[in-house]
């Protein structure tokens, strides 16, 4: 009898994996497009100064796996963890709520949060909270983002200095020939030649201030998780291309997330995306 139930549960364990194996959630796959395991991965990024996590903002498998990355490296390494989602001026309201100065409510009427903070981003802020581990705010106040999308970057250096603080140093560098900013003027219908370049601009201040913002706060000996949309790091730009032209040194990694209906190998065009690449199906469920 006891022979006849390690069998059952043997075949069922079997059955239920090889089920796994037929449906899996995700795919990682390294910049070649090489299949990798959340192990390899997760050496690298243990030797890492500074990670740039990519995600597409409503995808759970995304939001599941910055968890337990934050988790994993919080296990050996001494951590620190920004995010776009919180923009710079709540961060004194948001370190309130982390050394527990202030509540939930009060978080929720003092920050911006973003609609999907609960289901999210909440989890790792409690598990940061739980674990004395920093949240920085380092996004551009939107409010600032939104002159620049409207007048240009040149609005930016009109505002009093005591607002500036809000923004990475003035003025920024802005290179057009990036493919991702230059991408965005065809996605407008124009190039650089005929469009006005105040939409890759906006984008590019939020990128400067974040990167402004992970450097202003990394601390060396330290590992800086940083949360952002994937198209704020992908292809090694954005955020990336900022660190890199002040501190070139440092030991980044990228992880970004993309979607296919066949997630068995990795689409050629999201080859070169990132160090890690997060293969999901282009069916999953969205958080909304």
């Not at 609960?118 to 989890?123: A, L, V």
């Not at 991408?183 to 990128?207: C, E, R, V």
């Not at 913002?213 to 291309?241: A, P, Q, R, V």
Request: charge should be positive.
């Amino acid at each position: 009898m006891k022979i006849l139930t390690l069998l059952f549960i043997f075949s069922t364990f079997f059955v239920l994996s090889l089920f796994a194996q037929k449906k899996p959630a995700y795919r990682l796959y390294n910049s070649k497009g090489k299949k990798v395991s959340y192990n390899k991965m997760l050496k690298k990024l243990n030797q890492s100064d500074i990670i740039l996590f990519g995600e597409s903002h409503n995808n759970p498998i995304a939001h599941w796996l910055q968890l337990e990355v934050t988790q994993s490296l919080s296990e050996s390494n001494e951590l620190i963890v920004g995010a776009e989602m919180f923009e710079r001026d709540n961060q004194a309201a948001l370190t309130q709520y982390l050394t527990n100065e202030i509540d939930r409510p009060a978080l929720d009427s003092l920050v911006r949060l973003w609609n999907n903070y609960k289901t999210d981003y909440e989890p790792i802020v409690e598990f940061a909270k739980k674990n004395y581990i920093p949240v920085i705010a380092t996004n551009i106040p939107r409010r600032y983002a939104r002159i620049v999308f409207k007048e240009g970057l040149e609005a930016l250096e009109k505002l009093p200095s005591e607002e500036k603080k809000w923004i990475a140093p003035l003025p920024i560098a802005f290179d057009i020939e990036l493919p991702g900013y230059k991408n965005m003027l065809t996605m407008m219908g124009g190039d650089a030649a005929h469009s006005s370049l105040k939409f890759p601009k906006a984008q590019a201040i939020k990128d400067a201030t974040m990167a402004f913002s992970i450097l202003e706060y990394y601390t060396s000996g330290k590992t800086f998780l940083h949360l952002n949309g994937s198209y704020h790091s992908d292809n090694y730009e954005g955020i990336l291309w900022y660190l890199k032209r002040e501190k070139p040194n440092l030991n980044y990694k990228t992880i970004s997330t993309v979607s296919q209906k066949d997630i068995g190998s990795l689409s050629k065009e999201h080859k070169g995306k990132a160090d890690f690449i997060i293969c999901v199906p282009d069916n999953m469920t969205t958080t909304y």
